[in-house]
């Protein structure tokens, strides 16, 4: 798999899901993205080797993630932002939106 650069990151963090880049340093770089889904507010700390997903008090690590409609899906989900491992195993699905909502 491809390394999850920061123009990817970016790409879906920000301009598809209305998010924002947070703890912006002197030099106009950061790391870290917010979004919320939902009423939900999500943190990402971008690495493009492993980032990391946190929401509330739970953390998960990832190495890529994208906007999809495919399977894995909880029943309902019409889209939903996938995360997946190293080997392409999913380890976190995020709802964007449910079918007939």
């Known amino acids: ?13 920000v301009k598809c899901l209305g998010g924002e880049n947070v ?5 106009g770089f950061s790391r870290e993205f917010e979004f919320n889904v ?7 700390i971008w690495f493009h080797n492993q ?6 008090g739970m953390q998960v690590m990832f190495f890529d993630c994208e906007i999809s409609n495919t399977w894995p899906s909880p029943a309902g989900a019409k889209n939903k932002l996938q995360f997946r491992d190293e080997k392409g195993n999913c380890v976190a699905v995020i709802v964007l939106e449910w079918i007939g909502k």
Do not use: P, R
């Open 1 to 13: 798999m491809k390394k999850f650069e920061f123009e990817k990151a970016e790409a879906i963090f």
């Open 23 to 27: 703890n912006v340093d002197a030099y």
């Open 38 to 44: 939902m009423g939900v507010n999500y943190k990402i």
């Open 51 to 56: 980032s990391t997903l946190i929401v509330g």
